[in-house]
């Protein structure tokens, strides 16, 4: 393919993303303001679960071609890239208060996924029915949310707060807006990976990195546009959920289908035991302690998120 067409469809990939991130945090902002829902438990439910959508599909395909380390992997990788690099860049920019009633359970589920992750494959396989213990957690998760989403509304009929008024046609367009944002996220991240290897190669940078970077922060890119459209848009509670709501997910769903798929028996390899979820974890307990005590991020947590990242990557490419 000539280089010219890589480079036109790179820069596509990057104009869906960048529009599709625009369009998809405007659709969640006016579905907040509309039911009246905060926008920290819109961003933990809706937007995470669209989110994640590329996580889901890599791992579930990588379990269905035998390429099992690929599915692990991801998902695995995908949540250390949202709290170190993701979360990290957004806490360093918006080191932003939090509300404790609905951070604290969720994020306490975030940590539980990991540390029972890491449990359950310590002997190098994930059985289905073990697996089934995340999916409780994740079980857990959604019913949360959905109990402080009901309280949300009742307390904004009850004190009479107002809401935004909306016309049918502005709600099928909003809801379409939404809609047409995450595809746009999710084919702009393909176009973007897919070619952005392509140009990697072509200029001559290794491969084992680009695997490293591409594939692990590639199917983050959903959270990386939400984030930074978050930012410019001063919606840090919007980042922050989507970011907790897509790491439960992230390993508390996807692994158990991936288990289920693969006949109940998901093989783990020794580098995800020994490093991934360790790494993981501490990035895990970096991102919320300070918040669960202190009920605010700091603009130091942000940086040790970066820097443990950045060791992390290079102790992958070593």
Same mark, same amino acid.
């Given at each position: 393919?000539?280089?010219?067409?890589?480079?036109?469809?790179?820069?596509?990939?990057?104009?869906?993303?960048?529009?599709?991130?625009?369009?998809?945090?405007?659709?969640?902002?006016?579905?907040?303001?509309?039911?009246?829902?905060?926008?920290?438990?819109?961003?933990?439910?809706?937007?995470?679960?669209?989110?994640?959508?590329?996580?889901?599909?890599?791992?579930?395909?990588?379990?269905?071609?035998?390429?099992?380390?690929?599915?692990?992997?991801?998902? %695995?990788?995908?949540? =250390? *890239?949202?709290?170190?690099?993701?979360?990290?860049? #957004? $806490?360093?920019? /918006?080191?932003? @208060?939090?509300?404790?009633?609905?951070?604290?359970?969720?994020?306490?589920?975030?940590?539980?996924?990991?540390?029972?992750?890491?449990?359950?494959?310590?002997?190098?396989?994930?059985?289905?029915?073990?697996?089934?213990?995340?999916?409780?957690?994740?079980?857990?998760?959604?019913?949360?949310?959905?109990?402080?989403?009901?309280?949300?509304?009742?307390?904004?009929?009850?004190?009479?707060?107002?809401?935004?008024?909306?016309?049918?046609?502005?709600?099928?367009?909003?809801?379409?807006?939404?809609?047409?944002?995450?595809?746009?996220?999710?084919?702009?991240?393909?176009?973007?990976?897919?070619?952005?290897?392509?140009?990697?190669?072509?200029?001559?940078?290794?491969?084992?990195?680009?695997?490293?970077?591409?594939?692990?922060?590639?199917?983050?890119?959903?959270?990386? %546009?939400?984030?930074? =459209? *978050?930012?410019?848009?001063?919606?840090?509670?919007? #980042? $922050?959920?989507? /970011?907790?709501? @897509?790491?439960?997910?992230?390993?508390?769903?996807?692994?158990?289908?991936?288990?289920?798929?693969?006949?109940?028996?998901?093989?783990?390899?020794?580098?995800?035991?020994?490093?991934?979820?360790?790494?993981?974890?501490?990035?895990?307990?970096?991102?919320?302690?300070?918040?669960?005590?202190?009920?605010?991020?700091?603009?130091?947590?942000?940086?040790?998120?970066?820097?443990?990242?950045?060791?992390?990557?290079?102790?992958?490419?070593?």
């Amino acid at each position: 393919m000539s280089i010219w067409i890589t480079v036109l469809l790179f820069l596509v990939g990057l104009l869906l993303i960048v529009k599709g991130g625009d369009w998809f945090l405007d659709g969640a902002v006016w579905i907040a303001e509309a039911t009246g829902v905060p926008r920290f438990i819109i961003g933990a439910t809706i937007v995470s679960l669209a989110t994640t959508l590329p996580e889901l599909t890599v791992s579930v395909t990588g379990v269905l071609q035998n390429e099992v380390d690929l599915a692990v992997g991801n998902a %695995v990788g995908s949540v =250390t *890239a949202n709290l170190g690099l993701i979360l990290g860049i #957004s $806490v360093f920019c /918006i080191p932003s @208060a939090i509300s404790k009633k609905q951070f604290n359970f969720k994020a306490v589920l975030m940590v539980s996924g990991a540390v029972l992750l890491l449990v359950l494959c310590r002997n190098g396989v994930l059985s289905f029915l073990p697996s089934l213990l995340l999916f409780a957690v994740f079980i857990a998760y959604l019913g949360n949310n959905i109990l402080d989403a009901k309280a949300s509304m009742q307390e904004s009929r009850s004190e009479h707060l107002e809401r935004r008024t909306t016309s049918h046609r502005q709600m099928v367009m909003k809801l379409g807006m939404f809609a047409i944002g995450i595809a746009a996220i999710v084919i702009g991240s393909r176009l973007l990976i897919d070619y952005g290897s392509e140009l990697a190669l072509l200029l001559g940078v290794p491969a084992s990195i680009i695997g490293v970077t591409m594939v692990a922060i590639g199917t983050s890119l959903p959270e990386l %546009v939400t984030t930074l =459209t *978050a930012i410019a848009k001063k919606e840090a509670s919007m #980042s $922050v959920g989507n /970011i907790i709501g @897509a790491n439960v997910i992230d390993l508390t769903m996807i692994l158990p289908i991936c288990s289920a798929v693969s006949g109940g028996r998901l093989t783990i390899g020794g580098q995800t035991t020994a490093l991934d979820l360790p790494a993981c974890l501490l990035l895990c307990c970096v991102a919320v302690v300070p918040p669960l005590f202190k009920g605010k991020f700091y603009r130091w947590q942000g940086v040790v998120m970066l820097g443990l990242y950045a060791a992390y990557v290079v102790k992958l490419v070593a």
